[in-house]
């Protein structure tokens, strides 16, 4: 309390927060400068924000769980949470590029300007009762978050306004934005956000995303960008048996260049990822199909290498249309840049990650693990949740294929890290109901206070210190811009593809809504569903799937 005292008293004759202050003290080899007592007491104080605020993050990570909603149709998510921010201060803009789920809220004044994201949606067919370690839906065939992207804005939303109160109290200048990952499962709108210049004037960005380790990285990302396009083929209509002759096939079209990309693959390198689904096939046999339509993702570890595949794409759409005499038009639905992540940034939260270190799993969690991953068959080294810290992720030597995530445009935009954070458990194979089961129980709650504490007190170091601000951009501007020109993939007049999953999500709405949590009767929707925790399979020899193995 005294000590509490002195600094208050230094704050007022104005001594405190200047950086020669603190340069001058480090250069007297004075143990702690009288700022990083303030940054440190600070952060203690903004922790136990959190810890207060949990039974928040609770609800908040349930609630958007049980809505499960699919990209661009996440219209009860972004209300629910855009309320939330409205009742706490923040202004909101709606509906930013035209997409009507995505939002822009912001509070405070001055810079720096610092922006906070997740993702938002769910994977199809994934919908799977919390804490129960075996394929048990709670909506048959509807979508569910087996991503996990229910607890990433939850997680922002807490460390926001924690933060925020703190910023209040000590007049501590500085903007915060908090901006969702609509469809970030068809990578669909943050390159519509940087086209359309929303990052323009912000400063640097934290993301994080739902992981089983609390984590950071710099530099190059495993994994790759992608472009997702839909070649559409549009023929001529004829009866199937009494004028086969006078049609000309759209399906054929699609046919022949899914055929066509499969002996191409031969011809490309290791590295890429390609891969696609017929999303019209025409509509009955004895109609010669008019129009037909196939959705590629083209995926590779670098920009240049992504547009090649791409423009070979094109060359195939073409050679199809022109053995079945039908035109093609393409539809860019998504696009993502591979993920560059900012050394300054992600080294200042590793410290803090240190400081906040994992979870404290209870036995509970862990049985509820192992089940899970003995069910799913889980590679053998993977072994119940982390208890070990990932040491910081360092760039990649050689280029690592895999996954993507449009947040690489926002990386390429701007200084950017993104935060992983232990809500889910290792092991499981990735869009995939078994990566719903974690992500409205104990495991996802405790994960995500841990990752707002590490966010929460990130946000402190670079609000009360621009000159980390000023380092984080001098490392964007000299490893990333001088090297490589970031442009959008989607062109001045694409558009977010905000129809898609429309269908799917006017059939089950109206069933998944008598499942949405109701946090006024419930302590937790494990409660509400009636879940014993965890709910293992009991095997043939009396004992249970969690066992140790
Ligand atoms: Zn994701």
Known sequence: MKKHNILITLLILGLLGTQSLAIAQKSKKTPVSAADARLATLKKEVVQKIDNNAKMAQVM???VFSFA?????????????????????????????????AWWAKWGNGSPVIALGSDLDCIPKASQKPGVAYHDPIVDGAPGHGEGHNAGNPLNIISALAVKEIMEREKIPGTLILWPGVAEELVGTKAYFTRDGYFDKVDMCIFTHVSNNLGVSYGQAWGTGLVSVEYEFEGEAAHAAGAPWRGRSALDAVELMSVGWQYQREHLDPLQRSHHVIKNGGDQPNVVPSKASIWFYFRHVDYPRIMELYEKGNRIADGAAMMTGTTVKRKVLGSAWPRHFNKVIAEKMYDNIKQVGLPEWSEEDQMLARAI???????????????????LGLPIKNPVSGGSDDIGDISWKLPTVTLGFPSNIPGLPGHHWANAVAMATPIAHKGVVAGAKAEAMTLLD?????????????YFRTEQGMKQKYTPMVSETDKPAIYLNTEIMEEFRPRLQKFYYDETKYGSYLEQLGIKYPTVRVTSSGGTNGGKK
């Open 462 to 474: 670079f609000f009360l210190n621009p000159k980390l601000v000023a380092d984080a951009k001098e």
């Open 373 to 391: 991953q003995k069910e799913v068959k889980a590679p053998n080294d993977t072994i119940g949740l982390a208890v070990k810290l990932d040491t």
């Open 69 to 101: 909603e699919l990209g661009f149709q996440e219209t009860e998510t972004s209300k629910y949470l855009t309320d939330i921010l409205k009742k706490n201060g923040f202004t909101i803009e709606y509906g930013i590029s035209g997409v009507p789920t």
């Open 61 to 63: 990570v349930d609630k």
